[in-house]
């Protein structure tokens, strides 16, 4: 059995603890693999590691920063197969999925951010007194950042690729649930030649690792995504240590369609918004929001299309949707489905577990479900339930649909589909979420700010909001 290390002073160890933990593949139901079971002392060693680490890498010319992390940009690539196999695996998602999307990204995220710190700049502001003010960036010193299990290596690339673009070191815990990517990234940088601890990865679980740097003194910087309720513990130990903090959390995103949209390319991609990578995606539509004249053949199709999506065994070409991640994840949602019975919706399609066969006999599937006749302020359309469930609902005017599409405390992401400009601009400027995407989804532009707004987070990713995030701001004011 594949047994994942520690990755700490740029070497594969155990943790001090000598305990493992079970890793399953959700697909089977089965343990695949053993994971260090880290604590506050594994983190302690990976601090200092990266303390030690701190002067070369911060004092590294930026081409040579930039050249190592191409490296390791490379180094995905290389892997693509392997890290595109890992992924499907431990999470339970398409392996297409992973191959069109998790990797590709995870080798962008280091491309992206190897070639933007050279071209990453600082602002000067002159002054009519005779004075000039320059304002000098430095990396912070060790940061932490804390990763969640819906796409892996993907969201766990994302932070640390700036953090070390920046010039930080990281000590960095991916989610317990899904760490393999994670663990054959550390192998990628051994190969790269990144020095020994730049980039330390622990092992374990959150509230033993996690809470381990959030609280510890010389991590002054997390960077988190996960849910709503862990972030706001994190800014809870945070806070008064006055670490920075940038917090990417949950999401209950509306999809709003009107009846002038372009029809066969919104039923296509708001089947994508729905249920890509079985709704485990923070941005992913639930509650989907139909304008009265097209709401019944919207119904009609969107049900139907629904109904033919094949759950299969992630490893096949023509599985549109995999596992759930976890059996407490998929009892989760599964309880999100009965209560919305409760709350008197309907299930148009869906509901249930999917019992496979052979290999895939004791995996967590679902139907991907569709409800109807629902409240916009029950508790299902109001809460995040992160699986392939999805509301329909009707509305008859702009002012209506904002109410809905605002009414939650999330603030992530929104798609809106119309094809009035006027009425496009106008709806964005009035929705509360970070992200708006109109006539798309997820069309990503890895320059633009990323992030939530209200209990979505704070802060914003991507870009040089990242590389500003990952860096102090000193101002010199020269009076000459
Ligand atoms: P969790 O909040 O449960 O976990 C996220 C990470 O935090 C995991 O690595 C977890 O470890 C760790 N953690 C748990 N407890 C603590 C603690 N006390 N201190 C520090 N770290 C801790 O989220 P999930 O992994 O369940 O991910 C799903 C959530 O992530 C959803 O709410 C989703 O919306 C959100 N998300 C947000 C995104 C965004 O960009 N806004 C993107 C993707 C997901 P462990 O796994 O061991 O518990």
């Known amino acids: 059995m594949k047994v994942i290390s520690n990755y700490i002073n740029g070497q594969l160890i155990a943790p001090q603890s000598g305990q493992y933990i079970d890793v399953y593949d ?18 302690g060693q990976a601090v200092q590691a990266a303390k030690k680490a701190f002067p070369v890498w911060s004092g590294m010319t930026t081409e040579k920063r930039s050249a190592i992390l191409l490296k390791i940009a490379q180094g995905i690539e290389a892997n693509f197969e392997k890290l595109a196999l890992a992924e ?31 071209h990453f700049a600082s602002e000067s502001h002159s002054m009519e007194e005779g004075a000039i003010n320059y304002t000098l960036r430095t990396p912070i010193g060790v940061v932490g950042c804390i990763s969640p299990w819906n796409l892996p290596l993907y969201l766990f690339t994302w932070k640390i690729a700036p953090a070390l673009a920046a010039g930080n070191c990281v000590v960095a815990k991916p989610s317990e649930i899904t760490p393999m990517t994670a663990f054959l990234l550390s192998e990628i940088c051994i190969e790269a030649g990144l020095p020994a601890g730049v980039l330390n990865i622990v092992h374990g679980y959150g509230n033993k690792v996690g809470q381990a740097i959030a609280e510890h003194p010389q991590i002054t910087a997390i960077s988190f995504t996960g849910g ?57 539509g639930s509650r989907i929001f139909v304008e009265r004249p097209l709401y019944e053949k919207f119904k ?7 109904a033919q999506l094949k759950v299969g065994d992630p490893l096949l070409e023509n599985s549109n949707l995999g596992a759930i991640v976890s059996e407490p994840h998929m009892n989760k949602v599964l309880s999100y489905i009965d209560l919305a019975k409760q709350e008197g919706g309907t299930i148009l399609t869906g509901g249930k577990r999917v019992k496979l066969e052979e290999r895939c006999k004791n995996g967590w599937f679902l ?45 992530l992401a929104s798609s809106v589909w119309t094809e009035n400009l006027s009425r496009a601009h106008r709806i964005a400027a009035e929705l509360k979420t970070g992200i708006i995407w109109t006539n798309c989804w997820l069309l990503r532009d890895l320059r633009t700010p990323f992030g939530g707004m209200k209990n979505s987070g704070v802060g914003r990713e991507g870009g040089w909001e990242a590389m500003r995030f990952f860096t102090e701001a000193k101002n010199v004011c020269i009076k000459y």
Do not use: W
């Open 26 to 43: 959700p697909s089977v139901g089965e343990v695949y693999a053993k994971l260090s079971d880290s604590d506050n002392r594994d983190v």
């Open 88 to 118: 499907s695996i431990d999470n339970g998602k398409p392996l297409k999925l992973a191959q069109e999307v998790d990797i590709p990204r995870a080798a962008s995220n280091f491309h992206f951010f190897a070639t933007g710190l050279i």
């Open 228 to 284: 709503t309720v862990t972030g706001a513990h994190i800014a809870k130990i945070a806070a008064p240590m006055f670490k920075k903090l940038s917090l990417e959390l949950g999401g209950k995103n509306p999809a709003i369609i009107f009846a002038d949209c372009n029809y066969e390319k919104m039923l296509d991609t708001v089947m994508r918004s729905s249920f890509a990578n079985q709704g485990q995606i923070c941005l992913c």
């Open 300 to 306: 009609l199709d969107f049900v139907q299309r629904t």
């Open 367 to 411: 139907e991907p479900t569709v409800i109807e006749g629902l409240s916009y302020d029950c508790r299902t359309n109001q809460e995040e339930i992160f699986g392939p469930v999805v509301t329909i609902m009707p509305f008859d005017t702009e002012e209506e649909v904002l109410m809905y599409a605002n009414s939650t405390q999330y603030g």
